[in-house]
């Protein structure tokens, strides 16, 4: 079979298939297990160049990881979200709009890094823009308070959240790569938000 194999990408397909289950949970009428799914393919993403690093690889296989990487990233973290949404405003015309605009900048933040790639800034690397794994907690999060606050304002707002962080995908502002205790911090708060959601769900 064509392409490399190794415990890395599994991990990586793991996520791509959390994303996609996601999806499935999405359209059809289960957004907790959609919001679940999501923030698992989250952890996943962490974990998968982290496994990378510690394996003898060449680089045919080191690139090849980096694009598969890339490309389940705008299903998990561009896709997933933005139909959990899609669907959360009852498909909307204007969510709609702001789903598209969403995946667009996605892509485009994608495409950005897989050139430029990491930047050093004041000693420390840097994202330029907000990297598009951070979806996987900001609209769980989101979802979270939309649902069990029950406040209409609130709610209005965030029919525009894709479109919010879809302008920090593109914005040209340093963001420091997480490392260390980013990522305790990171699946403390992911597991808490799975925990409220499936113990509140009705």
């Known amino acids: 079979m064509i392409g490399y194999y190794n415990f890395a990408n599994l991990i990586t397909f793991l996520a791509?298939?959390?994303?996609?289950?996601?999806?499935?949970?999405?359209?059809?009428?289960?957004?907790?297990?959609?919001v679940v799914c999501l923030i698992?393919?989250?952890?996943a993403d962490m974990f998968d160049g982290f496994v990378a690093r510690k394996l003898s690889l060449g680089p045919e296989a080191r690139d090849f990881g980096k694009q598969l990487d890339a490309l389940t990233d705008v299903v998990a973290f561009c896709v997933a979200p933005s139909i959990l949404w899609y669907c959360r405003y009852e498909q909307q015309t204007t969510a709609l709009?702001?789903?598209?605009?969403?995946?667009i900048c996605g892509i485009i933040r994608l495409a950005y890094f897989n050139v430029h790639g990491l930047n050093e800034t004041n000693g420390r690397l840097t994202y330029t823009g907000l990297p598009v794994t951070f979806a996987?907690?900001?609209?769980?999060?989101?979802?979270?308070?939309?649902?069990?606050?029950?406040?209409?304002?609130l709610n209005q707002l965030m029919l525009w959240l894709p479109l919010a962080?879809?302008?920090?995908?593109?914005t040209p502002v340093p963001?420091?790569?997480?490392?260390?205790?980013?990522?305790?911090?990171?699946?403390?708060?992911?597991?808490?938000?799975?925990v409220i959601n499936l113990a509140l769900w009705k």
């Open 16 to 34: 791509i298939a959390l994303g996609l289950v996601s999806i499935h949970f999405s359209i059809t009428g289960q957004p907790v297990y959609a």
């Open 40 to 43: 698992a393919a989250g952890i």
């Open 97 to 103: 709009v702001v789903t598209v605009l969403y995946n």
């Open 136 to 153: 996987a907690l900001i609209f769980p999060v989101m979802f979270t308070l939309l649902n069990y606050l029950d406040n209409t304002w």
């Open 165 to 170: 962080v879809a302008v920090l995908f593109i």
């Open 175 to 194: 963001v420091p790569k997480p490392r260390g205790f980013a990522y305790i911090v990171f699946v403390t708060l992911a597991i808490t938000v799975i």
